[in-house]
């Protein structure tokens, strides 16, 4: 059974770090493609950041330079690495794994609130 256990979230004032994890397992997590997306309140989940199996990345413009999405396959996890936040960046975030052949998996989400 595929399983998505995302962690460190909270509350952190603007231009403060926050380190978000997602631990995995139940799958061959070297195959898995990572996604973290966030939803805020009364908005649509969105896209922040992603990376290949083969560790391409790739992130939306609103993060860019600020969030950087990692991966430890020996330890079946992924991270997103959140500096100087904003209060827009406050929501719930989402880790997504998508599996060949199996299809696409998500954790429960941890909350982040950005707010002085």
């Known amino acids: 059974q595929v399983q998505l256990v995302e962690s460190g979230g909270g509350s952190v004032q603007p231009g403060g770090s926050l380190r978000l994890s997602c631990a995995a397992s139940?799958?061959?997590?070297?195959?898995?493609?990572i996604e973290w997306h966030r939803q805020a309140p009364g908005k649509q989940r969105e896209l922040v950041a992603q990376?290949?199996?083969?560790?391409?990345?790739n992130y939306d413009d609103s993060v860019k330079g600020r969030f950087t999405i990692s991966r430890d396959d020996d330890k079946s996890s992924a991270y997103l690495e959140m500096n100087n936040l904003k209060p827009e960046d406050s929501a719930v975030y989402y880790c997504?794994?998508?599996?060949?052949?199996?299809?696409?998996?998500w954790g429960q989400g941890t909350r982040v609130i950005v707010s002085s």
């Open positions: 997504r794994a998508d599996l060949p052949v199996l299809g696409d998996f």
């Open positions: 139940g799958m061959i997590f070297g195959d898995a493609s």
């Open positions: 990376i290949s199996n083969k560790g391409v990345t």
